[in-house]
């Protein structure tokens, strides 16, 4: 009979905790990308800023 509490028990951690981890190890991969430069940002807002409006929508 305790074994089948502990069981559940164990269980109940392994589907909190496997996404919980998951979720810990994405923001922390996502935050170690590469950012894009002063440089980089100022010529992507400036081509952004030029298309603006112009894309054709199929």
Do not use: C, Y
């Not at 089948?4 to 810990?24: F, R, Y």
């Not at 922390?28 to 112009?54: F, I």
């Amino acid at each position: 009979m305790m074994w089948d509490i502990a069981d559940g028990w164990v269980w109940a951690l392994v589907i909190v905790g496997g996404p919980l981890l998951i979720g810990i190890f994405m923001a922390v991969a996502s935050s170690r990308r590469r950012k894009l430069t002063r440089n980089e940002q100022k010529v992507s807002d400036e081509v952004a800023h030029k298309n603006w409006g112009k894309e054709q929508i199929r």
